[in-house]
């Protein structure tokens, strides 16, 4: 199988959630840069300070950059590490969903609102009361209710929060060996898209039998990532496995799930980590992800690439080029 190009070059991008809005593709991802600081767990050579917005009228097509719609300078609680955003559109308003590290050097989830799908984005002076941790992925219904997924282990702090508090000695336990695995949250967004109008849930993820995945079954177990879309009246939960470096999908007949494990849509690529999102353009269905090969491996300094996906009968996702991995 080719590998793919990166759809924009002249900077670093990573953490792709792409959307569709008024028949453009929209790409909202994390803006790389370069920095000193060594790898570490805690995922500190992160340390990204703004957001571009980028869009595109086909893909393979000519990309935008619409330049800089978000940075950590204007927003007044974050102290640093703007790392995967993602964007919903609801009341003719425009929403930029992002994670940071507030003053305490706790993950949170913050909000900035937009006239227009490209930015620029004005954040609220706090973040979303109840948020944690990382990786936000918004999911607005047929319904027109609004979801907020998020959640991620390791440097994205969500084994911080087993107790519903934040315990920062926690944070050395990485993950537990035993019993279920961590799992992201979600809840449902107020109107108006700055609040949680429901209480946090777990995002269950079961096999085939109907139990939890385990906290030591590392290919299939939720690590960072959430995406969620609707395919044929179901509910498709994404994510990435963290250190096994897969994408996995799991499905579900509501967006609070429980979701039954699907199978892996995507092999582990050049560098760390692996985020994607997934999104329906012109009648195909499309993978957006990232890899490190622009920067011929490093793990912080990413680029954004897509493939093409499809459906079998069952459902299944694969790379249009592929057979499903199970
Ligand atoms: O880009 C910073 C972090 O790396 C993201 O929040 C994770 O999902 C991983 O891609």
Redesign the pocket.
Known sequence: MADKEPIVTHVFT??PSAHVFNNKLYIYP?HDRETDIKDNDN?DQ?DMNDYHVFSMDEVGGPVTDHGVVLAQSDIPWVQKQL??PDAAAKNGKYYLFF?ARDQDGIFRVGVAEGDKPEGPFKADPEPIKGSFS??PASFVDEDGEAYLYFG?IWG?QLQCWKTGKFVREDYETMEASEGNALTAKVAKLSDDMNSFTSEVKDVVIVDDAGEPIKASDHDRRFF??AWVHKYNGKYYFSY?TGDTHYLCYAIGDNPYGPFTYGGRIFEPVIGW?T?HSIAEFKGKWYLFYHDSSLSKGVNHLRCVKIREIVYDEQGRIKLAEEQPKV
Do not use: L, V
Request: net charge negative; aromatic share 12%.
């Open positions: 990573a953490d994390s995922g992160y790392w995967a994670p990382i990786d991620g994205g960072e990532a990435s980590t985020h």
